[in-house]
Nanobody, 120 residues
């Protein structure tokens, strides 16, 4: 049974930093693309970043580029989202997701989400 478990969310002041973690388990993820998404109240889910399991390729959304970075520790089966210079508009539930290849049309697995709240 595949599980994606996010952690690291919380309350932080504007300008602060958080690091989210996504621990993946239940199968071999060697070909998978790992993504982070977020959803703010009343808004649609938004892509934040993704990374290949090898770590060789990353994409960061323009809205967070220069402030957020994505990385992976294959030995720990864990994907990270480092969030710096946080803004109140970054407040959202952040979700980790996985899809079987970069070309697959949709994400196969999703975590339960972790709340990030940025106070002004």
């Amino acid at each position: 049974q595949v599980q994606l478990e996010e952690s690291g969310g919380g309350l932080v002041q504007a300008g602060g930093s958080l690091r989210l973690s996504c621990a993946a388990s239940g199968r071999t993820f060697s070909s998978y693309l790992m993504g982070w998404f977020r959803q703010a109240p009343g808004k649609e889910r938004e892509f934040v970043a993704h990374i290949t399991w090898s770590g060789s390729s990353t994409v960061i959304a323009d809205s967070v580029k220069g402030r957020f970075t994505i990385s992976i520790d294959n030995a720990k089966n864990t994907v990270y989202l480092q969030m710096n210079s946080l803004k109140p508009e970054d407040t959202a539930v952040y979700y980790c997701a996985a899809k079987r290849t970069s070309y697959w049309p949709k994400y196969d697995y999703w975590g339960q989400g972790t709340q990030v709240t940025v106070s002004s």
